[in-house]
């Protein structure tokens, strides 16, 4: 007859085998691992005719639907900044620039001008951040930033 140790120590194995499993299968539904999907964006020049829902055909053979056709309002309404690459790798950067972006636009009416000034603010914080070595991003120390960048890169239509 096993001992009762024996049946302890096989419960919480199969315990934290379950526990993982479950893990498993949240983190992948969450980002789409177990999923039959593939995400293709493609811009074309003229959509005419084109429709959601419409087939979408590889070498002959349907390989999935149209399920949304975006539009921009204006054909200059499209704009591209590089900036230099830095070597620091952070969390939230995309909200500040989200949040710098609207308030930009908001205050300009300009999309070009508003990704100029939200980029330029954001690539001096992190900057600062990446100088000072820190993870963390550095809002107050680096908080003139938003109003002042150090450098400003301009938005190129494309």
């Known amino acids: 007859m096993p001992s009762a140790r024996l049946i302890g120590v096989g419960v919480f194995v199969i315990g934290g085998l379950l526990i993982f499993a479950l893990g498993l299968f949240m983190i992948g539904d969450r980002r789409s691992l177990f999923a039959d999907l593939f995400v293709v964006n493609a811009e074309f020049a003229q959509v005419a005719g084109l429709r959601d829902g419409a087939a979408v055909r590889v070498n002959g053979m349907e390989a999935g ?63 600062r951040t990446a100088d000072a070595g820190s993870r963390e991003i550095l809002l107050i120390d680096a908080q003139d930033e938003f109003v002042n960048p150090s450098r400003v890169f301009a938005a190129d239509s494309i």
């Open 65 to 127: 639907e149209v399920t949304d056709i975006l539009i921009p309002a204006s054909p200059a309404g499209r704009f591209r900044v590089r900036t230099p690459k830095l070597p620091i790798s952070v969390n939230g950067a995309g909200d500040a620039i989200a949040a710098l972006f609207f308030a930009h636009y908001l205050r300009t009416g300009s999309a070009a001008e508003a990704l100029s000034r939200a980029a330029s603010s954001i690539f001096g914080l992190l900057k």
